[in-house]
């Protein structure tokens, strides 16, 4: 009983205690509501200002008080750092209209005149820039319409029937019509002009449509016929008044008016009358893209150690063209662009089985090729600089067949293959360039697989003499083949006489067959497929040894920036995507 009593007693001490701590609780909650809310009565914000921020350090010890700068500096850190990585990212340089570019070339011009320009670099350079053309190769070789907008091509392939723009204006004023590309063509045909480009269009006639369209008839289908139209036109108001025994001596030759994207704007001669400086604006009334670059200026020098001399000096911002010889010769090598640009040109050795009755030997041919390192000849050549070669249509082109595999370095083989048949040969070759180490090379080789060979050392004269009259055994010789894929003037058996350039002799009906009819198709899948039956013929037949294609070093300074492409037909092709180049930028957000 004495035990239930104190239990009782107990519990209601206990329940007393309960209720007081919860009346206590109850009491502080609600005194902290009213501090709160008397607090918010004063401040609705529940972040600190300014202000409020000036008493913290009276709440907080020493300690506490670095621990928080440390952290806030931590984050001004890393915000920094994620915004210069955002901007880097997306940040970006667009190009802005206007500064200069000043070239160096080493030569001067004399005709910038589309009749006669494409004889002399200068001149097709300067006129590449001052007249429209109907097509014209881009930066990557391929053709593409220049003032064209449309052309049709008759089933026959004897007729092309083309359209021009009809916003192409003179730099003087006016507009370029049929007419104008009508009085052009006929100027070149014209024998008292004496073009260099009057061969071309034999049996070509030319007539109008329209104010804007025109015809070409062509005597035979030639399909590589639109790669002809790429000679600058001239606009027949001015010329039609110059007399043709004065035409190249007209103050036009130099002081032009065309339609391109640069306009003559004036020139620079030195106390003795020769030309120092030729100077070109921007045509703003071009009907492409407007250059971003407003001028183009052109410095003249006696030759490559001068030219180079004016780079390193920073006279000029880039050279026209910087031969291989003298590429060491440019200091600051990290400040340049160096644009190794394929040539449609090959490098080969050709066999001449009329003249060494050993080379008809199909045999004794295919062993001398696999006894060549072509690699390391490359290396030896130009320190790697030059494209390898495998075929006389270099691997840019749409014709290039890849399915036929390269012959490789067999030396083994090529010794056990020649072994015991006591063959001599003489290779001829021209005292040019680095020609007389890789023909070095060559002979050293086919010495290595038994072979006794002779170099024949010869100057350029003496080698078109030789050309000529066929006499050589084997020559080591470069052939310029053209943006077009048609070779029928190289390999045709017509072509193997004394006025062809079938340099090897090359005869077979297969091979005939197939470039003879390429090179009329208007169907250019057509086309392409015949060549590339025409490369395996080729490569089983051996007339030749194609070795390399040398490349055209263009180099500028790397603040002139937007050039492009890898192919340059003609040298003045490097200005193809002139409209694309700038040395101004402005800095834009890219999302």
């Not at 670099?121 to 190769?137: G, K, N, V, W």
Request: net charge positive; hydrophobic share 40%.
């Amino acid at each position: 009983m004495i035990l239930l009593k104190k239990k009782i007693t107990a519990w209601r001490l206990k329940l007393a205690k309960s209720r007081f701590f919860s009346i206590f609780n109850l009491h502080l909650r609600t005194q902290e509501e009213m501090d709160k809310s008397l607090v918010y009565s004063l401040s609705s914000r529940k972040i600190p200002n300014r202000v409020q921020f000036k008493y913290l350090r009276r709440f907080l010890n020493p300690r506490e008080h670095l621990v928080i700068k440390i952290c806030l500096l931590i984050i001004l850190v890393n915000a920094v750092y994620l915004g210069i990585v955002f901007f880097r990212k997306h940040l970006e340089a667009t190009p802005l209209p206007g500064g200069q570019y000043i070239e160096g070339v080493v030569g001067y011009p004399k005709n910038i005149n589309p009749l006669y320009a494409s004889s002399r670099d200068i001149d097709d350079d300067l006129s590449r820039l001052i007249y429209s053309r109907l097509f014209a190769y881009d930066t990557f070789g391929q053709l593409a319409p220049d003032i064209a907008s449309s052309y049709e091509i008759s089933s026959d392939g004897r007729e092309y029937i083309i359209k021009i723009r009809d916003d192409v204006t003179w730099h003087n004023g006016g507009q370029l019509k049929a007419d104008d590309v009508i009085f052009t063509f006929n100027l070149i045909k014209d024998p008292a002009y004496r073009s260099s480009l009057a061969a071309s269009f034999s049996g070509v006639d030319i007539s109008k449509v329209d104010d804007y369209t025109l015809k070409f008839s062509l005597s035979e289908p030639y399909a590589p016929f639109l790669e002809l139209l790429t000679f600058g036109i001239m606009p027949g108001n001015i010329w039609n008044n110059i007399d043709a025994n004065n035409a190249s001596l007209s103050e036009l030759n130099l002081k032009p008016v065309g339609s391109g994207p640069y306009r003559f704007k004036s020139l620079v001669r030195n106390r003795v009358g020769d030309l120092k400086e030729y100077r070109l604006a921007v045509n703003d009334n071009y009907y492409g893209q407007t250059p971003y670059i407003k001028s183009i200026t052109f410095k003249f020098y006696i030759d490559y150690a001068q030219a180079i001399e004016a780079l390193n000096d920073g006279q000029v911002d880039g050279l026209s063209y910087l031969p291989l010889a003298n590429r060491a010769e440019v200091l600051a090598k990290n400040s340049f662009f160096f644009y190794d640009l394929v040539r449609p040109q090959v490098m080969a050795i050709f066999f001449n089985g009329d003249k060494n009755k050993q080379l008809a030997d199909k045999g004794i041919r295919s062993a001398l090729r696999s006894a060549l390192d072509k690699d390391n000849l490359v290396s030896i050549s130009s320190e790697g600089i030059y494209r390898r070669a495998d075929g006389p249509i270099l691997s840019f082109s749409a014709a290039y067949n890849p399915d036929i595999m390269p012959v490789q370095y067999d030396p083994e083989g090529a010794a056990v293959a020649l072994g015991g048949k006591s063959i001599a040969l003489t290779i001829t070759v021209v005292d040019y360039g680095n020609n007389l180490s890789v023909a070095q090379a060559v002979k050293d080789y086919w010495e290595k697989a038994g072979v006794k060979v002779d170099l024949k050392i010869v100057s350029a004269e003496q080698a078109a003499d030789l050309i000529k009259s066929r006499d050589f055994e084997i020559i080591l010789y470069g052939q310029a083949i053209g943006g077009d894929p048609d070779i029928y003037a190289f390999w045709h058996s017509s072509q193997s006489g004394a006025s062809g350039l079938n340099l090897a002799g090359y005869r077979s009906e297969a091979a005939d067959k197939l470039l003879s009819e390429a090179r009329t198709s208007v169907v250019l899948a057509d086309r392409i497929e015949k060549y590339r039956q025409f490369q395996e013929i080729l490569n089983t037949d051996v007339p030749a040894i194609f070795l390399y294609s040398p490349t055209y070093t263009y180099i500028h300074r790397k603040s002139i920036k937007g050039f492009s492409g890898d192919v340059l037909i003609k040298p003045a092709d490097r200005f193809s995507g002139i409209a694309g180049w700038y040395v101004r930028t402005k800095k834009k957000l890219a999302w």
